[in-house]
T-cell receptor, first 121, second 119 residues
Framework: DTGVSQDPRHKITKRGQNVTFRCDPI?????LYWYRQTLGQGPEFLTY????????KSRLLSDRFSAERPKGSFSTLEIQRTEQGDSAMYLC???????????????????FGPGTRLTVL | AQKITQTQPGMFVQEKEAVTLDCTYD???????LFWYKQPSSGEMIFLIY??????QNATEGRYSLNFQKARKSANLVISASQLGDSAMYFC????????????????FGQGTILTVHP
C-alpha cells in the first residue's frame, strides 16, 4: 500500500505524559501537513513542511507541541505534558508541491492518513 | 483570513435520489481552490472533487459535481443517485494561497455535514 500511514492508530495516555506520533507520507510527496480534529468538527491546521523545512505553524501549536521532518520523508509530532484538551484525532496529509496559482488545475490534493486518535485521561 | 461555512449539520436523502450539500466561503484572495472530502465513520478523509477559482466550468467526478457560483461565494456539492455507502460526514475546504506564485496549500475546513442515505 503506497498511501499515507500513521502510527499508532490509537493512543491512550495519562495527563502529563509525553506522546509521539509518526506519519509516513506518499513517497514522492514533498509536502506534509498535520491537522487536529476534535469530535464533530472539521480538521484544523497545525503545521506544514516542505521537504525538511517547517514553513508554517498554527497558533494552535503551543510550546508543548513540536513537529519534525528530519530527512524530508517521515514526520513526527510530539506533545509534551499532555492535557485532557489534547484529546483529538491527529491527521497527517501529504501532497505534491509545485509553484503556481491555487486557482487552476491540477488540484494537488492532499492525501490523508488514517489518523491517530489520542485520548488523555 | 479564509473561512468556510457549512450550514447544514445533517441531511437525509432517499437512496437513488440526488442531494445538495451547501458550502459558502470567504476569502480576499483572487486565486483559491475549493475541495470536498468525505469522512466515513472509520475516520479516513477521502478526496472527492476540486474546483479552482479560475476554472470556467463546474467540476464533475462521476456522481459528484460541484455547483460553483463565484459571485455568491458558494461551492455546493451535488451527489446524484445516492447510495447507502454515501452515508458519511462531508467537509468543504479551501486551500490557502500565498501570492508570489507558490501555494503553501494548507486547508481550512468547514464544520461538516452528516449525510444519511435511507434505503
Amino acid at each position: 500500500d503506497t498511501g499515507v500511514s500513521q502510527d499508532p492508530r490509537h493512543k491512550i495516555t495519562k495527563r502529563g505524559q509525553n506522546v509521539t506520533f509518526r506519519c509516513d507520507p506518499i513517497s514522492e510527496h514533498n509536502r506534509l501537513y498535520w491537522y487536529r480534529q476534535t469530535l464533530g468538527q472539521g480538521p484544523e491546521f497545525l503545521t506544514y513542511f516542505q521537504n525538511e523545512a517547517q514553513l508554517e505553524k498554527s497558533r494552535l501549536l503551543s510550546d508543548r507541541f513540536s513537529a519534525e521532518r528530519p530527512k524530508g520523508s517521515f514526520s513526527t509530532l510530539e506533545i509534551q505534558r499532555t492535557e485532557q484538551g489534547d484529546s483529538a484525532m491527529y491527521l497527517c496529509a501529504s501532497s505534491l508541491g509545485r509553484a503556481g496559482t491555487s486557482g487552476s488545475k491540477p488540484s494537488n490534493e492532499q492525501f490523508f492518513g488514517p489518523g491517530t486518535r489520542l485520548t488523555v485521561l | 483570513a479564509q473561512k468556510i461555512t457549512q450550514t447544514q449539520p445533517g441531511m437525509f436523502v432517499q437512496e437513488k435520489e440526488a442531494v445538495t450539500l451547501d458550502c459558502t466561503y470567504d476569502t480576499s484572495d483572487p486565486s483559491y481552490g475549493l475541495f470536498w472530502y468525505k469522512q466515513p465513520s472509520s475516520g479516513e478523509m477521502i478526496f472527492l472533487i476540486y474546483q479552482g477559482s479560475y476554472d470556467q466550468q463546474n467540476a464533475t467526478e462521476g456522481r459528484y459535481s460541484l455547483n460553483f457560483q463565484k459571485a455568491r461565494k458558494s461551492a455546493n456539492l451535488v451527489i446524484s443517485a445516492s447510495q447507502l455507502g454515501d452515508s458519511a460526514m462531508y467537509f468543504c475546504a479551501m486551500r490557502d494561497f500565498i501570492p508570489g506564485g507558490t501555494s503553501y496549500g494548507k486547508l481550512t475546513f468547514g464544520q461538516g455535514t452528516i449525510l444519511t442515505v435511507h434505503p
